[in-house]
């Protein structure tokens, strides 16, 4: 058989929530199987008596180990990535590897399951036609209000990655952003606790508690109505974004962003001059 770099799905909770075809790719055809935690990846694959050879590939070896991999499917081996949970790549190693190995004509075979984005999206109730995956917010202050501020126009459905002990903060910062949206707080999916908590991120904020604060988390964010109908003048708009705890050029950068307005039009709208 030539060779093939294997991308598999795992689960993200319930360990059943895994293919035939990962189950037979694992088993039978794949020499090797990268993984982040070998630990970790070998309670899953001993449930189902997997016994292949794992390698660790993860955010710090994944430039010396992958090319060790490419090195390895140069020579012919088939290699499966996984990741600690859900599709590996998604906010997980791999790019690199995968980018130099199609560069090279090594067959990339896609193998699909859970992600924790398409899990949360299709439950939450929240408009699924449309939809932005940001990735991690950023842990500082600044840069997530930055980020939030850059989708804070996108017509679509936007969906993040969060920390459990940062979830504060970000709800914090999405009300003060994005004002009063729908948002989901999609925790411990697949897993015992699965939970979906719905409300304003004021809302959310005010009915966090301890048991609610752990496991693991998605935050997605409705389209404000705002963003299509907002109807107040300008000035107030600004002055509402500055009571929300933003300075001042914030405020006129996202009232420009969610009007379509370039930030001189708001200037001027606000100052007159
Ligand atoms: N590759 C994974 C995927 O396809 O979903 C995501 C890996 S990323 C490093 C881990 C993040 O995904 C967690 O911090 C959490 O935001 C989200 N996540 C993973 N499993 C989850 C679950 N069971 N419930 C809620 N969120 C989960």
């Known amino acids: 058989m030539p060779a093939a770099l294997y991308l598999v799905a795992t689960p993200i909770g319930n360990l059943e929530d895994i293919t035939v075809r990962a ?7 794949v020499d090797r199987i990268a993984c982040e935690d070998t630990r970790h990846s070998r309670k899953l694959l001993d449930h189902y008596g997997i016994s292949k050879p794992l390698v660790s590939f993860h955010e710090h070896n994944e430039r010396e180990r992958g090319d ?15 990741s600690d949970a859900g599709t590996p790549l998604i906010s997980d190693p791999g790019y690199r590897l995968v980018a130099a190995a199609a560069a ?15 899990t949360a999206l ?4 929240l ?28 017509p ?20 003060t952003v994005l004002g009063s949206r729908p948002v ?14 719905r409300g304003t991120a004021a809302e959310l904020r005010a009915g966090l508690h301890s048991a609610n604060t752990r496991g693991e988390m998605v935050i997605l964010i409705g389209r404000g109505e705002a963003t299509m109908h907002d109807d107040r003048p300008i000035p107030q708009a600004v002055a ?17 962003r969610q009007r379509g307005l370039s930030k001189r039009d708001v200037y001027q709208a606000v100052t007159g001059s």
């Open 240 to 256: 509402d974004a500055i009571a929300s705890g933003m300075e001042r050029m914030d405020a006129i950068k996202h009232v420009a």
């Open 127 to 154: 408009p699924t036609d449309s939809f932005v995956f940001g990735g991690f917010l950023p842990p500082k202050q600044i840069q997530r209000r930055k980020t939030l501020e850059a989708w804070s126009a996108s």
């Open 184 to 197: 989901v707080l999609a925790r411990e999916l697949t897993k015992m606790h699965e939970e979906f908590l």
């Open 23 to 29: 189950l037979r790719i694992l088993k039978e055809e």
């Open 122 to 125: 299709c439950a939450s109730g």
């Open 104 to 118: 090279e004509g090594i067959p990339v075979v896609p193998l699909p399951g859970p992600s924790a984005i398409l």
């Open 156 to 175: 679509a459905t936007l969906v993040f990655y969060e920390a459990p002990h940062r979830i504060r903060e970000a709800l914090a910062d999405i009300d």
């Open 68 to 82: 060790e991999l490419l090195h390895a499917l140069r020579a012919g081996e088939r290699i499966a990535v996984i």
